[in-house]
């Protein structure tokens, strides 16, 4: 499998199935309460590093704003979001 990563993106893959390991004996719902906790944390992480300024530049043809942000995405999808796929898995075992 090969993961696409831009920034520290590459943590949305690993960050709660790393909280949810503490938790591997108590069955699936305690795997599940980890898989949300991991959830919750990659997406406060995420909403942080994608929501910082960049550097802005003003083009001298046009005089319109650039900014320049460095982006945090797995799959080109961003961190904060990866999250609500780790919460359905969450549910999905917690239903089945």
């Known amino acids: 499998m ?7 993106g590459i943590i949305s893959a690993f960050l709660p199935v790393l909280c949810a390991l503490p938790f591997l004996n108590t069955g699936r719902f305690g795997i599940a309460a980890g898989l949300l906790i991991g959830a919750a944390i990659n997406a ?24 320049f942000r460095k982006k945090h995405s797995l799959f080109w999808i961003p961190m904060q979001y990866i999250s609500v796929l780790w919460a359905a898995v969450a549910v999905i075992m917690l239903i089945g």
């Open 44 to 67: 406060y992480i995420g909403y942080r590093l994608n929501n910082t300024s960049g550097k802005s530049y003003t083009d001298n043809d046009t005089g319109q704003e650039v900014v």
């Open 2 to 8: 090969m993961l696409i990563w831009q920034g520290w």
